[in-house]
C-alpha cells in the first residue's frame, strides 16, 4: 500500500478522535443537565425545588448539587457566581440571566445552556412561568432582548 493510503487513514483517525474530544461534556456538566431535563414539564411554583414545582433558580440549584456544585438559591446571587462569560463563547452548563424587560439590568430570572448548535442556536432550560420547565433558544428575538449576562460555574 501507498504512503498516501496511510497518510489519509491516519489523517481521518486522528480527525474523527478530536472532533469526538471536542464535542465531550466534562461529567460534572452532563449530570447537571440531565438532571435538570429530567424536570422537564415540572410546573412552576416560585420557590418550588422539586417535580411538584420548580422556579427557574430552584431548578438550577437542584441541577447542580446533583453534580457536586452548591449554587447560590437566587437568580440574582447566582448571576455573581462563576466566571464571566460572553454571549459568543457559551458552552453547555453555563449560566444565562435575564430581566423582566427588555433594556433593564436587574435580573430577574436564570437559566442553563443546554446545547449551542450554532450561532443563531443556542439552547437553555429554565422554568417558565407560563411553561414550566423548558427548553428555549436564547437566540430567539423574545430571549436575546431581555438576555442580560452570562457566567460559567464550573
Known amino acids: 500500500m501507498s504512503r498516501f493510503?496511510?497518510?489519509?487513514?491516519a489523517v481521518l483517525i486522528f480527525s474523527c478522535t478530536t472532533s469526538k474530544n471536542r464535542n465531550t461534556l466534562d461529567p460534572k456538566i452532563e449530570t447537571a443537565i440531565s438532571a435538570a431535563r429530567s424536570?422537564?414539564?415540572t410546573p412552576y411554583r416560585y420557590g418550588g425545588t422539586s417535580k411538584?414545582?420548580?422556579d427557574c433558580s430552584g431548578l438550577l440549584c437542584v441541577s447542580y448539587r446533583s453534580a457536586?456544585?452548591?449554587?447560590?438559591?437566587?437568580s440574582s446571587e447566582q448571576s455573581k457566581f462563576g466566571k464571566p462569560v460572553k454571549i459568543n463563547e457559551l458552552k453547555p452548563g453555563d449560566l444565562v440571566f435575564f430581566s423582566k424587560k427588555?433594556?433593564?439590568r436587574k435580573i430577574t430570572h436564570?437559566?442553563?445552556?443546554?446545547?449551542?448548535?450554532?450561532?443563531?442556536?443556542?439552547?437553555?432550560i429554565h422554568s417558565s412561568t407560563k411553561l414550566g420547565v423548558v427548553?428555549?433558544?436564547?437566540?430567539?428575538n423574545y430571549y436575546r432582548g431581555i438576555f442580560v449576562k452570562?457566567?460559567?460555574p464550573f
Open 5 to 9: 493510503f496511510y497518510f489519509a487513514l
Open 135 to 140: 427548553e428555549n433558544n436564547l437566540m430567539s
Open 52 to 54: 411538584r414545582g420548580m
Open 102 to 104: 427588555k433594556g433593564r
Open 150 to 152: 452570562a457566567r460559567r
Open 68 to 74: 457536586g456544585l452548591s449554587l447560590p438559591r437566587t
Open 110 to 124: 436564570v437559566g442553563m445552556v443546554t446545547d449551542v448548535k450554532k450561532k443563531n442556536e443556542i439552547r437553555f
Open 39 to 41: 424536570y422537564t414539564g
